[in-house]
Nanobody, 128 residues
């Protein structure tokens, strides 16, 4: 049974930083692409970052480029999202997602439909 458990969310002031973690189990982690997807209040889910199974390829949404960094540790079955210089518009529920790499790339690495398994999410709120 696939399980993805996010942690690290919280309340932070604009300009601050947070590091999200996602612990994975129940599947062969290093066979899967991983992504971070967020859903702002009242809006649809949007892809934030993608990382390939070996970590050699990453993709970011334009809105977070230069501020967010996705990484993974395949020995620990964990994917991370380092978020710096946070802005109020980054406020959202952040989800970790796993996808079969070929399908994820065909659909689009930042498209939520490209991911097959999802965590429960962790809330990030950026406010003074």
């Amino acid at each position: 049974q696939v399980e993805l458990a996010e942690s690290g969310g919280g309340l932070v002031q604009p300009g601050g930083s947070l590091r999200l973690s996602c612990a994975a189990s129940g599947f062969t982690f290093d066979d899967y692409a991983m992504g971070w997807i967020r859903q702002p209040p009242g809006k649809e889910r949007e892809g934030v970052a993608f990382i390939s199974p070996n970590g050699g390829s990453t993709t970011y949404a334009d809105s977070v480029k230069g501020r967010f960094t996705i990484s993974r540790d395949n020995a620990l079955n964990t994917v991370y999202l380092q978020m710096n210089n946070l802005k109020p518009e980054d406020t959202a529920m952040y989800y970790c997602a796993a996808g079969p790499t070929t399908a994820t790339l065909i659909v689009g690495p930042l498209r939520p439909a490209g991911y097959s398994d999802w965590g429960q999410g962790t809330q990030v709120t950026v406010s003074p």
